[in-house]
């Protein structure tokens, strides 16, 4: 196995370009990470994996083996080592008290880069390592304030930025599991109506794994009013992951994406885009553009792309979705 040392700041390359630079990241190519597939036992069947195909219209197989596979069995690592210091913990305190609490990771990355994708894959795979079978995935977009109250806010043209969610609950939420409560609800977005939906929860129960997927997962904690910095979402991350690419692939899979959607999803009576089903390709593909290049792209730039370094992995895809490389953070 290879491997080279990254920068912290900037993009690297996947080959090696900074190899004696100090950093605190660890950098694998693609053909380093792939190795460590064939060192990995699949917790998943054959029926299983072509299963995953369906999560996603263009899921490549052998990606999920050699990407998303040793991935999976990283974090398992992680999960094992996080319930190992908890029991040697409360062993330290002379503690005999309830289980640990739920190891809770997030999946970071802009509107359309991949993130639903990864983390749908990752809940797959890790609910099939037998340690942690109960793994919850959450979309932040049900903490989106609803329509009404973003219209209020004159916020209706910068839904994903960090102001159009309401950031408290979704803290509340994140500190409930982290306080080891056993029931916790979330809110739910419905990307057909556009908006959030109020009476639908999703609720998850005593799980070993909550994945929290969203735009701004990796944001810190603003600054209050009184000057102190409160919590963010971050602090109670036991692990993140941060789906990369460049903006401008980025840019043409959002387009892409609202092309297929306007020969299906936009076509549904309920859908807000449903004006979209009836514009000519040309038309669609400038409306996408507009809406990256108003609303998607510069809150990649100003908000989403900050973060990326606050991640413990960086997945960096290349135009046609294959993982180039991982950064990972040393231990
Ligand atoms: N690993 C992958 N391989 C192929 N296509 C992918 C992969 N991940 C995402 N895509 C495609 O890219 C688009 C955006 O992916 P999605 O997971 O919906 O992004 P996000 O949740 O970040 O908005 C979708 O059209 C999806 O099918
Ligand atoms: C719902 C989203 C803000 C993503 O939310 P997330 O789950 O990442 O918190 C995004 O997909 C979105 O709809 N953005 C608004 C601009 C657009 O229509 O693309």
């Given at each position: 196995?290879?491997?080279?040392?990254?920068?912290?700041?900037?993009?690297?390359?996947?080959?090696?370009?900074?190899?004696?630079?100090?950093?605190?990241?660890?950098?694998?190519?693609?053909?380093?990470?792939?190795d460590?597939?064939h060192?990995?036992?699949?917790?998943?069947?054959?029926?299983?994996?072509?299963?995953?195909?369906?999560?996603?219209?263009?899921?490549?197989?052998?990606?999920?083996?050699?990407?998303?596979?040793?991935?999976?069995?990283?974090?398992?690592?992680?999960?094992?080592?996080?319930?190992?210091?908890?029991?040697?913990?409360?062993?330290f305190?002379?503690?005999?008290?309830?289980?640990?609490?739920?190891?809770?990771?997030?999946?970071?990355?802009s509107?359309?880069?991949?993130?639903?994708?990864?983390?749908?894959?990752?809940?797959?795979?890790?609910?099939?390592?037998?340690?942690?079978?109960?793994?919850?995935?959450i979309?932040?977009?049900?903490?989106?304030?609803?329509?009404?109250?973003?219209?209020?806010?004159?916020?209706?043209?910068?839904?994903?930025?960090?102001?159009?969610?309401?950031?408290?609950?979704?803290?509340?939420?994140?500190?409930?599991?982290?306080?080891?409560?056993?029931?916790?609800?979330?809110?739910?977005?419905?990307?057909?109506?556009?908006?959030?939906?109020?009476?639908?929860?999703?609720?998850?129960?005593?799980?070993?794994?909550?994945?929290i997927?969203?735009?701004?997962?990796?944001?810190?904690?603003?600054?209050r009013?009184?000057?102190?910095?409160?919590?963010?979402?971050?602090?109670?991350?036991?692990?993140?992951?941060?789906?990369?690419?460049?903006?401008?692939?980025?840019?043409?899979?959002?387009?892409e994406?609202?092309?297929?959607?306007?020969?299906?999803?936009?076509?549904?009576?309920?859908?807000?885009?449903?004006?979209?089903?009836?514009?000519?390709?040309?038309?669609?593909?400038?409306?996408?553009?507009?809406?990256?290049?108003?609303?998607n792209?510069?809150?990649?730039?100003?908000?989403?792309?900050?973060?990326?370094?606050?991640?413990?992995?960086?997945l960096?895809?290349?135009?046609?979705?294959?993982?180039?490389?991982?950064?990972?953070?040393k231990?």
């Open positions: 196995m290879t491997s080279t040392e990254a920068h912290t700041e900037g993009e690297s390359h996947g080959n090696g370009s900074h190899e004696g630079e100090a950093s605190p990241y660890l950098e694998l190519s693609r053909e380093a990470w792939a460590l597939a060192e990995t036992v699949s917790p998943l069947s054959a029926e299983e994996l072509e299963r995953l195909r369906g999560l996603s219209d263009r899921l490549d197989l052998t990606e999920v083996e050699q990407v998303y596979l040793p991935l999976s069995r990283l974090l398992s690592l992680y999960v094992s080592a996080a319930g190992g210091l908890h029991r040697e913990q409360e062993a305190l002379h503690r005999r008290t309830p289980p640990r609490t739920p190891f809770v990771m997030g999946v970071a990355g509107v359309a880069v991949g993130k639903s994708t990864t983390a749908r894959v990752l809940q797959q795979m890790l609910a099939h390592w037998p340690e942690h079978p109960n793994v919850a995935l979309t932040t977009d049900g903490f989106l304030y609803p329509n009404a109250e973003l219209e209020r806010r004159g916020l209706m043209q910068r839904k994903g930025f960090p102001e159009s969610y309401d950031r408290r609950a979704l803290l509340k939420f994140v500190v409930d599991i982290k306080s080891g409560k056993e029931e916790v609800e979330a809110p739910t977005y419905s990307h057909l109506v556009y908006d959030v939906v109020g009476d639908e929860k999703v609720v998850i129960k005593s799980p070993d794994i909550v994945i997927e969203g735009l701004n997962v990796l944001q810190p904690a603003g600054v009013g009184d000057g102190r910095t409160g919590l963010g979402l971050s602090d109670f991350f036991d692990f993140s992951v941060y789906v990369d690419a460049g903006t401008s692939h980025i840019r043409q899979w959002y387009v994406r609202f092309l297929r959607l306007r020969e299906t999803a936009f076509r549904d009576p309920h859908s807000y885009f449903r004006k979209y089903a009836a514009l000519t390709r040309d038309e669609a593909v400038a409306e996408a553009e507009r809406i990256w290049d108003t609303i792209g510069p809150n990649l730039t100003q908000n989403v792309l900050p973060t990326r370094s606050r991640a413990t992995l960086v960096r895809k290349d135009k046609d979705h294959s993982v180039r490389y991982v950064r990972l953070r231990i």
